[in-house]
T-cell receptor
């Protein structure tokens, strides 16, 4: 079964509104989570690294004030797209880093389709 | 510069025709190499983690191997349901994760 849950799976919002996407690690605590954006038939584009209890680290070219990331607990990170515009429509995916004594594994959520109309 | 290169970009095989996908990497200290399968419109599904050169892991028709410079994902007697994009990623010692662009695999019945 899924070890990282992402919600909602799809969302439609009006231009100018904000929308929040949640990413939860179900079976482990994740001090580090990642947010990606993916365009059709393109590779994953890392937007930011989310660290529990501290500010997210954004990749170059990603607007911090537009894509708000919060990682308030060891099992939950949220991505809020503020003042959404049609060009923000995309597939957003999160992942969580599971650190164990035997090694690290990164698990992905199922993704969230955002359509801004 | 840390880098991950996957080849080929796309691969079409007949059902039952075995082949290998390549993931070449340069990284400042390898903490782990990951393989994922991604179906259209879905998040990547975890397949394997490899940690050191010489390590091999198997799952059904897939086997992943690792050397100091590259990893191979061998697919034996593939079926149409194995069609997907296969992603490779490496984790460096500073925890930075670098993804390849993927190989689109299409298995023809």
């Amino acid at each position: 079964g899924a070890v990282v849950s992402q919600h909602p799976s799809w969302v439609i919002c009006k231009s100018g509104t904000s929308v929040k996407i949640e990413c939860r690690s179900l079976d482990f605590q994740a001090t580090t989570m990642f947010w990606y954006r993916q365009f059709p038939k393109k590779s994953l584009m890392l937007m930011a690294t989310s660290n529990e209890g501290s500010k997210a680290t954004y990749e170059q070219g990603v607007e911090k004030d537009k894509f708000l990331i919060n990682h308030a607990s060891l099992t939950l990170s949220t991505l809020t797209v503020t003042s959404a515009h049609p060009e923000d429509s995309s597939f957003y995916i999160c992942s969580a880093l599971d650190r164990t004594l035997s090694g690290n594994t990164i698990y992905f959520g199922e993704g969230s389709w955002l359509t801004v109309v | 510069e840390d880098q991950v290169t996957q080849s080929p970009e796309a691969l079409r095989l007949q059902e039952g025709e075995s082949s290998s996908l390549n993931c070449s990497y340069t990284v400042s200290g390898l903490r782990g190499l990951f393989w994922y399968r991604q179906d259209p419109g879905k998040g990547p599904e975890f397949l394997f983690t490899l940690y050191s050169a010489g390590e091999e892991k198997e799952k059904e028709r897939l086997k992943a191997t690792l050397t100091k410079k590259e990893s191979f994902l061998h697919i034996t007697a593939p079926k149409p349901e194995d069609s997907a994009t296969y992603l490779c990623a490496v984790q460096a010692w500073d925890d930075k994760i670098i993804f390849g662009k993927g190989t689109r695999l299409h298995i023809l019945p």
